[in-house]
């Protein structure tokens, strides 16, 4: 079980690039979602999703897209990065329904936007 | 909309001491599940421990329990005999039916030798 996966672990981009932070998990999961972390704001929910072909807006969504086409995989889309996008992205899942919703976090993305 | 508050941004206790950390939250729901977690320097979040609104008992794992005090709101978490791997930010979390978990921005407890 390698539970919840995040690739890249650092990445670097330059403003106005577009790039993709990939979230998988094995653990047949319905409810993923993504956060942004950055220093003396906690974590922040940008988009969330309960199923396959269901996703939502969280607290930070701009700027940000997301899809999920199958339930193991939700991948997380900078359209166009911008400086302010700076931050440690963290992916999480849990189940749905069984009085549980314990979040199990991927190890994070640190992006830097030059 | 829910907002969870941790007013101690920052802490320290001597190794073996007690330290409680507070967590107040707004809502207007009358179930949702609340949560402690621990973020060690690796940066992993790790589960501390959860409530359910639901239940009054308050929730105890090993040396962590929780006072929970739902008609204000406050769920506090009391660390008991502390050892230096509990040297962690801590978060609080709160999560209704809306499946929108909210967290607060943190407390960083330092364990002193």
């Known amino acids: 079980n390698a539970g919840v996966t995040q690739t890249p672990k650092f990445q670097v981009l330059k403003t106005g690039q577009s790039m993709t932070l990939q979230c998988a998990q094995d653990m047949n999961h319905e409810y993923m979602s993504w956060y942004r972390q950055d220093p003396g704001m906690g974590l922040r929910l940008i988009h969330y999703?309960?199923?396959?072909?269901?996703?939502d807006q969280g607290e930070v969504p701009n700027g940000y897209n997301v899809s999920r086409s199958t339930t193991e995989d939700f991948p997380l889309r900078l359209l166009s990065a911008a400086p302010s996008q700076t931050s440690v992205y963290f992916c999480a899942s849990s189940y749905l329904g069984q009085g549980s919703y314990e979040q199990y976090f991927g190890p994070g993305t640190r992006l830097t936007v030059t | 909309a829910q907002t969870v508050t941790q007013s101690q941004p920052e802490m320290s206790v001597q190794e073996a001491e007690t330290v409680t950390l507070s967590c107040t939250y707004d809502?207007?729901?009358?179930?949702?599940?609340l949560f402690w977690y621990k973020q060690p320097p690796s940066r992993q979040m790790i589960l501390v421990i959860r409530?359910?609104?639901?239940?009054?008992q308050n929730a105890t794992e090993n040396r962590f329990s929780v006072n929970f005090q739902k008609a204000a709101k406050s769920f506090s978490l009391k660390i008991s005999d502390s050892q230096l791997g509990d040297t962690a930010m801590y978060f609080c979390?709160?999560?209704?039916?809306?499946?929108?978990?909210?967290f607060g921005k943190g407390t960083r407890l330092h364990i002193l030798p």
């Open positions: 809502t207007s729901e009358s179930n949702y599940y």
């Open positions: 979390a709160y999560m209704n039916r809306d499946d929108k978990i909210i």
């Open positions: 999703s309960v199923g396959a072909g269901i996703t």
């Open positions: 409530q359910e609104a639901y239940k009054q």
